[in-house]
């Protein structure tokens, strides 16, 4: 019976020994931080090991509170396994990984007197878990306040530029080919990603007192007003008609400049071809009348060959032959002829060799 009664004792023993360690022992891993707290008061602070950490900073924020507040507030870097005081101590976690901020639309006047609307967000950082716990408490909070610090500052820097400096960061040209409406006339001085920077620079050092490094600021989008749109639209619209309808007259200017070269260098080839033409059928006649004058020799199938005399050879029956072929191809059984008495036909037809009588 006592053997029983002290297993029991034994057991109950044991398991309070094992819940006073799960109680005791916790893991921080490598995305959390935390900050333990005994009777409402942080009485260690165990912070992430990140890039954007300033470990100096830190050691320096915990001693300030633990002068303040009379207490001896520990501080440990890094993921790994930490014990507390079970049932006396409680852990508040904190992230370590990088947070997003998306704040909504705010209405901005430009300092060219543009109102747009500009939706931005932020990366951002906690990175003294301590004072962000005091000054914030949780995570909502945060977010409240960072989107107001982001939206205080947008307004009143880019109050200070004007519209085209905040949608563009450089003076240069988009495509210098073709026309863009008032490309030509874009001079940038400051730009958007100085902008930009000045006020991710600004908005850090102000959310530093939350205990929260702010990454970096970014505009997802400037645009004008909803109602504004739809004439902004029609700008646009008017001015890329402007700029088609030159591009058109461009074209037709070029058209009829290549039709009319066009036309003219194929009256020139027309031209140049009878003129060719005249000039080889004057060379062929003057050949064909060298031969004549000249005569040949004409082969004829299965005969000796026959010598043509020319007109060299005998000039009068030449101009006899010639006259014949005029006169053949001049009249018929119907046609009457009047001729001079100094007529060459005639003299011709009346020649013994005509066969013509008076």
Same mark, same amino acid.
């Given at each position: 019976?006592?053997?029983?009664?002290?297993? &029991?004792?034994?057991?109950?023993?044991?398991? @309070?020994? @094992?819940?006073?360690?799960?109680?005791?022992?916790?893991?921080? %891993?490598?995305?959390?931080?935390?900050?333990? &707290?005994?009777?409402?008061?942080?009485?260690?602070?165990?912070?992430?090991?990140?890039?954007?950490?300033?470990?100096?900073?830190?050691?320096?924020?915990?001693?300030?509170?633990?002068?303040?507040?009379?207490?001896?507030?520990?501080?440990? @870097?890094?993921?790994?396994?930490?014990?507390? +005081?079970?049932?006396?101590?409680?852990?508040?976690?904190?992230?370590?990984?990088?947070?997003?901020?998306?704040?909504?639309?705010?209405?901005?006047?430009?300092?060219?007197?543009?109102?747009?609307?500009?939706?931005?967000?932020?990366?951002?950082?906690?990175?003294?878990?301590?004072?962000?716990?005091?000054?914030?408490?949780?995570?909502?909070?945060?977010?409240?306040?960072?989107?107001?610090?982001?939206?205080?500052?947008?307004?009143?820097?880019?109050?200070?530029?004007?519209? +085209?400096?905040?949608?563009?960061?450089?003076?240069?040209?988009?495509?210098?080919?073709?026309?863009?409406?008032?490309?030509?006339?874009?001079?940038?001085?400051?730009?958007?990603?100085?902008?930009?920077?000045?006020?991710?620079?600004?908005?850090?050092?102000?959310?530093?007192?939350?205990?929260?490094?702010?990454?970096?600021?970014?505009?997802?989008?400037?645009?004008?007003?909803?109602?504004?749109?739809?004439?902004?639209?029609?700008?646009?619209?008017?001015?890329?008609?402007?700029?088609?309808?030159?591009?058109?007259?461009?074209?037709?200017?070029?058209? %009829?400049?290549?039709?009319?070269?066009?036309?003219?260098?194929?009256?020139?080839?027309?031209?140049?071809?009878?003129?060719?033409?005249?000039?080889?059928?004057?060379?062929?006649?003057?050949?064909?009348?060298?031969?004549?004058?000249?005569?040949? +020799?004409?082969?004829? %199938?299965?005969?000796?060959?026959?010598?043509?005399?020319? @007109?060299?050879?005998?000039?009068?029956?030449?101009?006899?032959?010639?006259?014949?072929?005029?006169?053949?191809?001049?009249?018929?059984?119907?046609?009457?002829?009047?001729?001079?008495?100094?007529?060459?036909?005639?003299?011709?037809?009346?020649?013994?060799?005509?066969?013509?009588?008076?």
């Amino acid at each position: 019976m006592k053997s029983q009664i002290g297993l &029991i004792i034994a057991g109950v023993v044991a398991l @309070f020994i @094992f819940i006073v360690i799960i109680s005791s022992a916790f893991i921080i %891993t490598e995305v959390d931080q935390a900050i333990i &707290i005994q009777l409402g008061r942080p009485v260690r602070v165990i912070a992430g090991d990140s890039a954007f950490t300033d470990k100096v900073e830190l050691k320096k924020s915990v001693e300030e509170y633990s002068s303040q507040s009379n207490s001896n507030v520990k501080l440990s @870097f890094g993921a790994g396994l930490y014990f507390k +005081i079970p049932f006396l101590q409680q852990i508040e976690y904190f992230e370590d990984r990088i947070l997003e901020s998306d704040a909504d639309p705010a209405r901005i006047t430009t300092g060219d007197q543009k109102r747009i609307v500009v939706d931005s967000f932020a990366r951002w950082h906690i990175a003294n878990p301590l004072k962000f716990r005091q000054t914030l408490v949780n995570m909502p909070t945060a977010l409240n306040r960072l989107d107001n610090i982001i939206r205080s500052e947008l307004r009143n820097r880019l109050g200070e530029c004007n519209f +085209i400096e905040i949608i563009r960061s450089t003076n240069q040209l988009l495509d210098t080919k073709i026309e863009i409406p008032e490309q030509k006339k874009v001079s940038i001085k400051i730009g958007r990603s100085k902008i930009m920077e000045d006020v991710t620079k600004v908005c850090r050092k102000t959310a530093k007192d939350f205990g929260i490094y702010i990454i970096d600021v970014r505009i997802k989008r400037a645009d004008p007003p909803e109602q504004n749109m739809n004439a902004i639209y029609e700008n646009m619209k008017a001015e890329r008609d402007r700029i088609a309808e030159k591009y058109r007259a461009e074209g037709a200017r070029q058209a %009829t400049f290549i039709t009319a070269n066009t036309d003219r260098q194929v009256k020139i080839m027309r031209a140049e071809a009878e003129r060719d033409a005249q000039i080889i059928m004057g060379q062929a006649d003057a050949e064909a009348a060298r031969i004549y004058a000249r005569g040949f +020799i004409k082969d004829v %199938t299965g005969q000796p060959p026959i010598q043509i005399h020319g @007109f060299e050879s005998d000039p009068e029956f030449f101009r006899f032959t010639r006259s014949l072929e005029a006169l053949e191809k001049s009249i018929d059984n119907n046609t009457s002829l009047i001729l001079n008495t100094n007529s060459d036909l005639l003299q011709f037809m009346k020649s013994p060799m005509s066969g013509i009588n008076n």
